[in-house]
């Protein structure tokens, strides 16, 4: 039953790409130059091409590698935070503002900033950090405060062990905030990541693929990088959502 | 024993216990009264839940109290079985209390499947399983059919260790269950 409602939705949804397609490739028909755009026939030609080259895989491979790894970081880091504030109100009042003020600067800010303070290698898991860190924290400090209190006062009474607790209760309030932190995150780990590597100008990765594009306009090479970005972006999505929602239901 | 001597509790405006005084023997107590007088909101103040506003509590300090609160507070996520090894990881006097209760099938259902009944039994069983000195009864039978409500009331007069005190509204439980009878 779930199966066939899949397909009933790819199916509904393969018109609206065909109608999307038919629309780029008349602008591009109109406008006639390869430097401003691009037919999707060419931009998929050219990303085939790059698909079979060395140099694609190990771009990919470097950048998902460094953003997973700022994305893991901030996942485990604005748990652990949000659990600690919600409990010690000391570190509440010092690291709420703190993040608020992590969430207002801008990504650019925050690369110029990592690439005077870091080896540029490292950017990338810096940014995808500080972009994650906010959602995560306060994504995890609601589904703490939206724990049952009256099951809290039940554990208490029965002098139930902490470890209990946070197994039994929290993890199982929490998940959901997380997972949706988490996979909102994702998706904002993978862009600001690759932004960061293009402004740092990152060797061997998809930023720096970007940026060479860019400057030798090969509007081609830049298409077809952006659809590897956004084909990547959604499977990521995809493959955390199932993840999480495998890890809630049980 | 515990002894209660001129507590005090309000909520805001509302003056829930006013100069209450009472002793809790050994063995079962039955605390009976109208609905709203303030029975679950005293035995809160027994279990330390609540604290009096005025007033002294002689006899809990460091005792091991276990509670069926008015609400069944279950983790309705997991199974019966797991909710009363929440408190007590002794897994085989978990399955025979449940299964006295007469829910051996039902131990690995998850709580949020069972009837108001069945939550109710595993709810006394995780009180019973958990070791204790003071063990309070907030309304344990409600909900309960009157056929397997003899049954759960004799579980509880063989398993309640200590002290024990039971609200009620029904006169019957309380004489099935003997011991003393406070009003409130």
Request: aromatic residues 10%; hydrophobic residues 50%.
């Amino acid at each position: 039953m779930r199966l066939k409602q899949r397909a009933v939705n790819i199916l509904k949804i393969i018109p609206v790409i065909l109608f999307w397609l038919l629309i780029w490739e008349g602008v591009s028909f109109l406008i006639q130059s390869n430097i401003i755009i691009v037919s999707p026939r060419v931009t998929f030609a050219r990303l085939f091409e790059l698909a079979v080259t060395a140099n694609f895989w190990q771009s990919i491979g470097t950048s998902l590698g460094r953003i997973l790894r700022g994305f893991s970081y901030a996942l485990c880091a604005g748990v652990v935070l949000a659990a600690f504030s919600s409990k010690i109100k000391i570190i509440e009042r010092l690291f709420v503002p703190a993040i608020n003020v992590i969430n207002a600067v801008p990504i650019a800010s925050f690369t110029i900033l990592a690439l005077m303070a870091f080896n540029s290698s490292n950017l990338s898991i810096f940014v995808a950090f500080v972009t994650v860190l906010p959602i995560v924290f306060f994504n995890t400090m609601k589904g703490i405060e939206s724990t049952d209190p009256q099951l809290l006062e039940m554990a208490n009474v029965f002098q139930v062990p902490v470890h209990k607790k946070i197994f039994y209760i929290y993890l199982k309030t929490l998940s959901p905030f997380v997972a949706s932190a988490a996979t909102t995150g994702i998706g904002f780990a993978w862009k600001s990541g690759i932004a960061a590597e293009l402004i740092g100008l990152v060797s061997g990765t998809i930023g720096f693929n970007l940026q060479i594009a860019r400057t030798s306009l090969n509007t081609a090479n830049l298409f077809a990088w952006t659809i590897a970005i956004v084909l990547l972006s959604y499977i990521m999505e995809h493959i955390f959502r199932f993840i999480f929602n495998r890890v809630i239901k049980q | 024993m515990i002894k209660m001597k001129n507590i005090y509790k309000s909520f805001g405006e509302l003056q829930v216990l006013r100069d209450i005084s009472m002793d809790f023997n050994e063995g079962i107590t039955c605390l009976m009264g109208q609905s709203g007088v303030g029975k679950t909101t005293l035995v809160n103040i027994v279990a330390g839940i609540l604290s009096p506003d005025s007033g002294e509590i002689i006899g809990t300090e460091g005792k091991k109290i276990s509670v069926v609160f008015q609400e069944d507070r279950l983790l309705e996520w997991e199974t019966a079985l797991t909710n009363v090894l929440f408190v007590n990881n002794n897994r085989e006097r978990a399955v025979e209390l449940l299964m006295q209760a007469g829910l051996s099938e039902n131990l690995h259902k998850k709580t949020a499947e069972l009837s108001g009944g069945m939550k109710r039994r595993v709810c006394l069983c995780r009180a019973l399983i958990a070791e204790h000195d003071i063990l309070i009864l907030d309304e344990p039978f409600k909900g309960l059919d009157s056929e397997i409500k003899i049954s759960i009331m004799q579980m509880v007069k063989n398993h309640a260790k200590g002290i024990t005190i039971c609200i009620t509204h029904d006169q019957s439980e309380s004489e099935f269950l003997g011991g003393e009878i406070k009003n409130i």
